[in-house]
Structure formats: structure tokens, C-alpha cells
């Protein structure tokens, strides 16, 4: 098993792509080791001193390490790692554990432009965030605001409010006069 490395905009996580299947559908966040009880593959990953984060994409897994930590003393404990999941035969998630759909649904008067934002968000924003090793999540519309949540190397990346503001923002405002605002959930 050959796993591909590549860097993301945020330098302190990085892309690991397995070359096979992670997640068949969604995508799953594991901001905190709390929150990795659900996957044993997530597990392993906070089990490497130095790790903060993980997250599951399709065919990657991204992985963001404390700021102490140098990639090249972590990374090796990382491929190593996943490599070692893929072979056991392991499923990436537990029992019972379900991978994000991504979106919140909201009906009602606004339900028309929340379809359209979602389907702009599905077709021109979350292929691009996963490129760099991340993802979107659609959390609400109110009163022109949009209300969104980065993932994964996305999180916390020192460009993403850019990405926010500039990219998407502006994206949802040409396409959507009714949007006025994007901001981020925490």
C-alpha cells in the first residue's frame, strides 16, 4: 500500500490519501480524541502524540498536528498508522457511527434559496475545500446571513476567512441576490 502526502493551505495539517475508499458518503470530523470514540481508525490517529485533529473525506484523511510538533517527526507515525488500519481490515467507522451529511435542512419561506445555496455549495465550494483536505458544512440562513462551518485542514487555517469572505461570499451573492453575508460557525 502506497499512501500520497500533500500539503494544504493550512500548514498545520496535512492530506494523507490512501488511494482507496475512506468514507463511501459525507464526510467526518473529529475536532478533539472525545469526539474520535466513533472510529477506530480516528482512535489510532490520536494515539500519535501530537495530534489535534483528524479528519475523513472520501479518499483522504487529513490530519492537523500541535503547533510544537514538526511534521517530520510525526508524519512517518502517521502513514504508519493508517497503513497499519487499512491492512487490519478495520472499518473506518464503528458500529453504529454515521458520517456527516453536511448540511442542516430549513424549510419554510427561505426553503427555495437554501436549496440554491446548497446546491452551490455541493457543486462549487466543498470540491474545491476537499482539494486542500477539507470541508463545508451548511449550518443556516437568516435574514441575507449565511451561516457556515469550515472542516478539517480548513479549520483554522490561516486563509480560510479569506476563503469565506472573497471566494464563497461572493459566489453565493452573484448567484443569489437574496445573500447579503457569509459567516462562520465556531
Not at 472525545?34 to 489535534?52: K, V
Request: hydrophobic share 40%.
Amino acid at each position: 500500500m502506497f499512501i500520497q502526502t500533500e500539503s494544504t493551505p493550512n500548514p498545520a495539517t496535512l492530506k494523507f490519501l490512501p488511494g482507496q475508499t475512506v468514507l463511501e458518503t459525507g464526510t467526518a470530523d473529529f475536532p478533539n480524541a472525545d469526539a474520535a470514540q466513533t472510529s477506530p481508525l480516528a482512535q489510532r490517529l490520536f494515539g500519535i502524540e501530537g495530534t489535534t485533529g483528524v479528519f475523513f473525506g472520501s479518499d483522504f484523511v487529513t490530519v492537523t498536528k500541535a503547533d510544537a510538533v514538526d511534521w517530520d517527526h510525526i508524519k512517518p507515525s502517521l502513514l504508519g498508522a493508517i497503513m497499519e488500519h487499512f491492512q487490519s481490515g478495520q472499518p473506518v467507522m464503528g458500529a453504529g457511527a454515521e458520517a456527516a451529511g453536511g448540511h442542516a435542512d430549513q424549510d419554510g419561506p427561505d426553503g427555495e434559496i437554501v436549496t440554491q445555496i446548497k446546491e452551490l455549495l455541493d457543486t462549487r465550494v466543498r470540491p474545491a475545500v476537499a482539494q486542500d483536505g477539507g470541508d463545508i458544512t451548511f449550518y443556516g440562513f437568516d435574514k441575507g446571513v449565511v451561516y457556515l462551518q469550515m472542516q478539517g485542514a480548513c479549520s483554522g487555517c490561516p486563509s480560510s476567512t479569506l476563503t469565506l469572505k472573497m471566494g464563497i461570499e461572493n459566489l453565493l451573492r452573484h448567484y443569489i441576490p437574496e445573500v447579503v453575508e457569509v459567516r462562520p460557525v465556531a
